[in-house]
């Protein structure tokens, strides 16, 4: 009798999953970034060109800094502080989104948004590595079957934040980046 009634609330609780769960909806191509809305819906972030480049400082005597830069001082695709911001990319198989996604937060400089990756002396060797302090904690988990969803650990502050998936251990001149903003509420930019 046990089995029966076992067997039953089985065939109820599966056929309910069966109803209720939809398929969640994936990024047809490899490395781009959506946004997770909150119906579910993935939505397009601004996709930029990613560059590196070196700024001098007292031309290069004091040496220098450099940078991640994107055009435009900022991005069109705009989200609410008030909102749950979760992300949604398809990797290859096999690639583990905690070693290949780069999350960072850029500043706004001289119409272009910019973030400082490593300063260095007027020899050229790096003095002090500073693109810790713009990077974002996240947590991937598994999303359908295919993709990963990217949670910021912690509330992301108004600003404007890029997505990036590459090696942390190189640093290219240029890559893929899946840029937005964030507002602070009603009408706060």
């Not at 700024?55 to 994107?70: E, I, Q, R």
Request: aromatic share 10%.
């Amino acid at each position: 009798m046990k089995s029966v009634v076992a067997t039953l609330i089985l065939i109820l609780v599966s056929s309910a999953w069966a109803q209720d769960g939809k398929k969640p909806s994936e990024p047809e191509s490899l490395s781009i970034f959506y946004y997770l809305d909150s119906s579910g819906q993935l939505v397009p972030l601004e996709s930029q060109v990613i560059r590196l480049r070196h700024k001098y400082h007292a031309l290069g005597f004091a040496g220098g800094t450099t940078v991640y830069l994107v055009n435009g001082e900022k991005s069109p695709v705009r989200l609410q502080t008030e909102s749950k911001l979760e992300f949604v990319v398809r990797l290859e198989a096999k690639v583990d989104p905690l070693e290949a996604v780069q999350f960072y937060h850029f500043n706004r400089e001289n119409n272009s948004r910019v973030m400082p990756i490593v300063d260095f002396d007027p020899l050229g060797r790096p003095t002090v590595a500073t693109f810790r302090l713009a990077t974002i904690d996240f947590n991937a988990e598994k999303y359908g079957a295919s993709s990963f969803k990217v949670v910021p650990v912690q509330a992301l502050a108004p600003g404007e934040y890029c997505l990036i998936v590459s090696d942390p251990n190189q640093l290219p001149e240029k890559m893929p980046g899946f840029c937005f903003g964030v507002d602070g509420g009603k009408g706060t930019p």
